[in-house]
């Protein structure tokens, strides 16, 4: 049992003891009954107060229960509920740190609530595709009202508990501690407070019974259906919150609460909530390198030199600046430096004039910022991180510059987005401290960080990565060295099928429209018209002498022989008005490709939309599943987050693997082996990867 019990004078402590957040498992759960019943039997205790011990009251209902027969194991949620509300002694949630979902819906079975300030108060379960389940959409409304319960409950946003002591008219908290350090014995006096009024007869409150209620309940409801299925599209969560609450503010308590189990049971079996609380815990798995333990002490980092002031080294030093991390930018000539320094700086007023950002914290980001000229500027840097044009001889001439002038211990990263990490690294004498570190663009903007080991980098170098990725608001993904690490090396792959995909008869416009409506932020050919295309030439360009033999559509040669490099060009896969992004499908490529199928000799045929995603989904599968058999990833979960934070994969399908995994793996390689008889396609990539075989031939997953 994870909950303990102790007697204090006339009232018993409960205190929930399930390291790291007081997840509501099984064991807690049954701890929490265990200590109702002890404190019920016992004639000297007059009142119990239900605490959390360590970091939070509670995180919730533990997630990893989920889907599990413990989950359903008694007492459940609800029966722990239950008991509160049947002690005939007063029950007090003391809640300090962070009260979430289960842990909220606990408090507000208790008789009373204290709350020490600075607590985080939550309903979350949106977040995870579900709503509160243990009666959280019936009682909250009971507290805080209809309109403010309802928004905390379809935001699943943490609002801290003073402010919700502050609301007018709110039952939420009966008092608000002076500080977190006097909670329990302001509890405790609340406690035995409750007891001697309850002595005198009064009955104990429960929630329940007080009234839910909005003055125009229909047009009120009305107007909050329309408003969240404007915004929740591919969520079916937000809507069914809604009803929850509608059914609070309608329906009789228990009627209500009937109404909330449904839906929270209907929620569960979603395909989206499946993908969400996946979402969860690859996002916390990605920070675990399974070699790199928490004995690994990271290295200081007070100051980074960032190379280069393009838009790369621009963004990058921004992370470090908005997160107080001062930075040294190095660049060769002052135009350089000033032209990078002007768009941070235009970067930062934007925000300031959407209101996103206070101008005393933007003067305080630049005025962390010095800029150099001089290599010898970076010798009291700890970290540098190399943003210079993406060539082999180039990163290697500044490696070798760096290995003169940084001081030793210092972090050398370079911001490859493809070269070999460990060919940079041969250049120094310091090869454990070179590691990649891959922003993606804009990088002050997208969350990814790829982290590529090299051979040789050190266990503290990545574990100081892991942390620092952490203080500029990163999501970070270690990946082992290939060409093009984990993102890159899967989206050639889904490129080239947007390639042959145009050959065999679809258009740009056609196969951006099947795979946005999939889910993806933005097809192959916007993502190409984006990025630029001349970016994808060169490296076809650098393949063809590397890997001969590698099959590609002509027509991207073709666009870029045109001159026709994207939005920055005014014109890609599609026609750009002047100063406007929108894609206007373009004639000239139209006819382009029209002629490139006459000379392949092709036939144009119709393709279905199922077709284009298949092939452009189950690239990245294929892929991934190489990636993960060559240890280049260390995890499928990792994979997924790379694709959710930096390749706009939908968040609702959990990332390609989880995707996969959906399917099937026995129905994805049915799929590829249908994909392999196109004679037009790469056989060859087609053969299902042996990893992939393997677990479709056991009925197994890659997660
Ligand atoms: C629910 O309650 C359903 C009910 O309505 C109905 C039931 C019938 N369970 O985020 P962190 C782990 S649904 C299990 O890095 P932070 C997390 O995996 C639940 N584990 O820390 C990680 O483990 P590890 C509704 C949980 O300080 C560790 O704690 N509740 C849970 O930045 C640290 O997490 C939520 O959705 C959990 N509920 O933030 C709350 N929560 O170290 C979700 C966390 O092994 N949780 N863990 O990787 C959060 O928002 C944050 O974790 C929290 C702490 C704010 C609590």
């Not at 925000?351 to 010798?379: E, H, N, P």
Request: hydrophobic share 45%; glycine share 10%; with cysteine.
């Amino acid at each position: 049992m994870t909950a303990e019990y102790k007697v204090q004078g006339d009232v018993a402590v409960i205190s929930m003891n399930n390291p790291p957040v007081n997840g509501l498992g099984y064991a807690t759960r049954l701890g929490i009954v265990d200590g109702l019943n002890k404190a019920s039997a016992d004639a000297k205790v007059k009142a119990i107060v239900i605490t959390g011990l360590g970091k939070a009251f509670s995180g919730g209902a533990d997630i990893h229960e989920f889907g599990t027969p413990k989950a359903l194991q008694q007492p459940n949620l609800l029966a722990v509920i239950d008991t509160i509300e049947h002690s005939a002694k007063p029950v007090i949630a003391a809640i300090h740190s962070v009260a979430m979902g289960g842990g909220l819906e606990l408090a507000l079975g208790c008789h009373y609530r204290i709350a020490a300030p600075g607590a985080q108060i939550a309903l979350p379960e949106v977040k995870l595709g579900l709503l509160p389940g243990a009666g959280g959409t019936q009682r909250l409304p009971r507290v805080l009202g209809v309109e403010n319960a309802l928004n905390m409950i379809v935001s699943g946003q943490a609002v801290k508990s003073e402010m919700l002591a502050m609301a007018p008219r709110q039952k939420l908290f009966d008092k608000l501690a002076k500080s977190a350090d006097s909670l329990m014995e302001e509890a405790i006096e609340l406690a035995q407070k409750a007891a001697a009024d309850h002595a005198k007869g009064g009955a104990l409150p429960l929630v329940r019974n007080l009234p839910c209620k909005h003055p125009q309940n229909d047009a009120y409801f009305e107007f909050a259906r329309n408003t969240v299925e404007a915004t929740a599209k591919n969520y079916p969560a937000p809507l069914k919150c809604v009803d929850a609450v509608a059914a609070a503010a309608t329906k009789k308590f228990e009627d209500g609460l009937a109404t909330e189990r449904q839906l929270f049971g209907q929620l569960m079996l979603t395909p989206e909530s499946a993908a969400l609380r996946h979402v969860f815990f690859a996002q916390r798995a990605a920070s675990k390198i399974p070699d790199v333990g928490s004995d690994v002490k990271p290295r200081d980092v007070k100051r980074v030199a960032v190379i280069g002031a393009g838009t790369m080294g621009g963004g990058i030093s921004m992370n470090f600046l908005s997160a107080g991390i001062p930075v040294t930018m190095l660049e060769v000539k002052q135009e350089a430096l000033d032209h990078g320094v002007g768009i941070m700086r235009k970067n930062y007023e934007a925000r300031v004039k959407k209101g996103k950002l206070k101008q005393d914290k933007y003067d305080a980001c630049m005025a962390l910022l010095k800029t150099t000229l001089s290599y010898d500027d970076l010798k009291d840097c700890d970290m540098v991180i190399e943003a210079v044009f993406e060539n082999m001889d180039v990163k290697q001439a500044v490696f070798k510059k760096l290995d003169e002038v940084m001081k030793p211990g210092a972090i050398l990263a370079t911001n490859t987005s493809t070269l070999d990490v460990n060919q940079i690294a041969a250049v120094t004498k310091r090869p454990q401290d070179v590691v990649g570190t891959h922003f993606f663009s804009p990088a002050n903007v997208m969350k990814l960080l790829e982290v590529v080991r090299a051979d040789k980098t050190a266990k503290d170098v990545l574990a100081t990565i892991m942390v620092l990725a952490k203080k500029i608001k990163k999501t970070a993904v270690v990946a082992r060295v290939c060409d093009g690490f984990i993102g890159n090396r899967m989206v050639e792959q889904y490129v080239r099928q947007g390639g042959f995909l145009v050959d065999e008869g679809a258009t740009p416009e056609q196969v951006d429209k099947a795979i946005e409506k999939f889910g993806f932020a933005m097809g192959p050919f916007r993502m190409g018209d984006l990025a630029g295309n001349d970016i994808g030439w060169a490296i076809r360009k650098r393949r063809a002498q590397e890997h001969p033999g590698m099959k590609y559509s002509g027509t991207a040669d073709l666009l870029c022989e045109m001159g026709r490099f994207g939005q920055k060009t005014g014109a890609g896969w599609y026609d750009y008005q002047p100063g406007q992004r929108k894609p206007v499908p373009s004639k000239v490529v139209l006819d382009m490709i029209d002629k490139y199928r006459k000379d392949q000799g092709v036939t144009p045929r119709k393709i279905s939309s199922e077709e284009i995603v298949g092939r452009l989904v189950y690239s990245l599968v294929n892929e991934g599943a190489r990636i993960l058999e060559e240890g280049i990833a260390n995890k499928a979960s990792d994979i997924d987050m790379v694709y959710l934070m930096g390749y706009g994969f939908p968040v609702w399908r959990g990332g390609p693997m989880h995707y996969a995994d959906q399917v099937g793996l026995f129905n994805v390689a049915q799929a590829m082996n249908r994909f392999a008889q196109n004679p037009r396609d790469d056989a060859k990539f087609w053969q299902p990867a042996p990893l992939l075989a393997k677990l479709a031939a056991d009925g197994k997953t890659f997660n």
